[in-house]
């Protein structure tokens, strides 16, 4: 009797122990679905990759053949920017090349599920804007792996930039960037137009579409 009643409670105490571990691992796998939503939500902090940068020349441009690039209405480049300058003077470099464009800057990264989510969003006004002439300039930094980066241009169309990390950190801490995706518009003048620098989060092609038509329409 005593040893029926020990196997007896060894095997309830199996149970518990059972009914332990699979509770816990459906805690964790609840607060892993509870950070993505969270993410998803809120956006993506930036990221800080300790790697060293790979450079070129500033002028140069690094054209992806329409073999290579999704059917639209405007191809995608790489272009270049010195990485021996600072965030500030990478920044300015970049805006000189929209010089007389109505320019629409997006800062992103591959790894940033809201970053992607608001891509496929604009898309929906992106080819009318550009066929009006404005100009979708998108900007990453290391921490997006250049191979998955170069990639992912297959469905993004526009002017494409992958800063270093000490640049995108400089640029990120200059204009207050608390996470991306943030943006902002520059008008023919080159003057900024319309920002969300600070708040973050894609703003709705309402917005979108609203600012970048009133700068279109400036004489």
């Known amino acids: 009797m005593c040893l029926k009643t020990t ?3 060894q095997l309830i105490m199996r149970l ?8 816990s691992i459906m805690n964790k796998k609840l607060l892993l679905l509870s950070v993505l939503l969270l993410t998803a939500v809120v956006g993506c902090k930036n990221k800080s990759n ?3 940068s790979q450079g070129s020349n500033s002028d140069s441009t690094e054209q992806v053949s329409s073999d290579e690039v999704a059917e639209g209405t405007s191809q995608a480049q790489i272009r270049q920017v010195d990485p021996a300058l600072s965030g500030s003077d990478a920044l300015e470099a970049i805006k000189k090349n929209y010089k007389g ?3 629409f800057f997006d800062f992103w990264a591959t790894w940033c599920p809201p970053c992607r989510a608001a891509m496929r969003e604009v898309d929906q006004i992106k080819p009318e804007l550009q066929k009006q002439g404005a100009v979708f300039v998108y900007i990453t930094g290391e921490t997006s792996p250049e191979e998955e980066w170069k990639n992912s241009l297959t469905e993004i169309h526009g002017d494409h930039y ?3 990390d000490k640049q995108w950190q400089e640029i990120s801490n200059d204009l207050h960037i608390p996470g991306i995706p943030v943006y902002f518009l520059l008008d023919r003048k080159g003057k900024m137009v319309f920002s969300n620098l600070t708040e973050g989060g894609y703003p709705g092609n309402d917005v979108v579409k609203k600012v970048i038509t009133q700068a279109l329409n400036q004489k």
């Open 7 to 9: 196997i007896f409670a």
């Open 16 to 23: 518990q122990a059972q009914n332990h571990i699979a509770s």
């Open 50 to 52: 300790n790697s060293t």
């Open 101 to 103: 464009k109505v320019a």
């Open 162 to 164: 992958r800063l270093t």
